[in-house]
């Protein structure tokens, strides 16, 4: 194990206040590090809408070759970015305390909720499907950037108001007047959630980090992101999930929307942490099955 160890991350704040948070919690257990920050493909293109990208991972590849190749000892993802099959030679090696699930929708002043028509801004599929399913008289307008320059933008802009993950307003402190917390909509599977990789090869790394695993958001994000795994099928569609464990029982809800919000098939059930195993893909498969698979069918078609 290099020594200091190696933190690969973006070098967004956010991001980098992700990684100081991995560095103290490392520290606690007596493992020095330092960090190595690292542009990702996502960073650099900061125009283009992220589903039209044309791959999964633009926020993780750049640091997944840079593990590979022994530039950086571990890294550290926002979870929710994380393709849902990890690079051959790549390993979970831990998930760390989940914050905030919820999005939230910070509106531009007091008059702009109370508007027939409103214009609202997101680069989320997910966020637009699920918006516009409420609300489809109004118009949806893409946004990128980093959470500082998502902010400006709407405050510079005639948009009525934006969304946003509520963990990454928290973790910068950033403090908005107009801020309406979106309890119906279901989020990202694993947002709010930071995960932790390494080569699988570094058995004795992997062992010291999975120390500092969080095994509630470890599980609940396994759940989420198998359920994404098997609806997707390698395709980027408006899907959210939400696993938690309360009392030895897991709540789960997940759905999946058209794009312009107009169909929608979700599931919300409940079972024991004694029948997880499995159980993301088996709830994506009754979705499908209930009329999720024809919302895919005809999302491929047209992308």
Not at 107 to 117: A, I, L, M
Request: hydrophobic content about 40%.
């Amino acid at each position: 194990m290099h020594n200091p160890l190696r933190i690969g991350t973006r070098d967004s704040a956010l991001a980098i206040w992700q990684a100081n948070t991995l560095q103290s919690l490392l520290e606690k257990i007596g493992i020095k590090s330092v960090l190595i920050p690292i542009k990702s493909e996502g960073d650099l293109n900061l125009t283009q809408p992220l589903y039209t990208m044309g791959t999964t991972g633009i926020f993780t590849k750049t640091l997944d070759v840079a593990l590979l190749n022994n530039q950086i000892d571990i890294a550290i993802h926002s979870m929710k970015d994380v393709p849902t099959l990890l690079p051959k030679g790549i390993v979970q090696a831990a998930v760390l305390k989940r914050g905030e699930t919820e999005d939230v929708m910070i509106w531009k002043n007091h008059n702009s909720q109370s508007k027939e028509t409103k214009i609202i801004a997101t680069g989320s599929l997910r966020r637009k499907a699920q918006w516009l399913s409420e609300h489809p008289k109004d118009k949806v307008v893409p946004l990128r950037g980093n959470i500082q320059t998502r902010l400006e933008k709407l405050h510079k802009s005639d948009w009525d108001g934006a969304i946003f993950a509520a963990a990454a307003l928290k973790r910068l402190e950033l403090i908005e007047e107009h801020v309406e917390p979106l309890i119906d909509m279901l989020p990202a599977p694993a947002q709010g959630a930071l995960m932790i990789v390494c080569r699988s090869e570094d058995n004795v790394l992997k062992q010291k980090i999975n120390t500092i695993n969080h095994s509630d958001s470890a599980l609940c994000t396994q759940i989420e992101r198998d359920f994404l795994r098997t609806l997707e099928g390698g395709c980027t569609a408006p899907i959210g999930a939400l696993a938690t464990v309360k009392d030895g029982m897991i709540y789960f809800k997940g759905g999946l929307y058209s794009l312009i919000g107009s169909q929608k098939e979700e599931i919300d059930v409940v079972f024991p942490l004694s029948q997880v195993d499995g159980k993301g893909a088996s709830l994506a498969t009754s979705l499908l099955n209930q009329g999720g698979g024809k919302l895919m069918k005809e999302f491929k078609q047209n992308n």
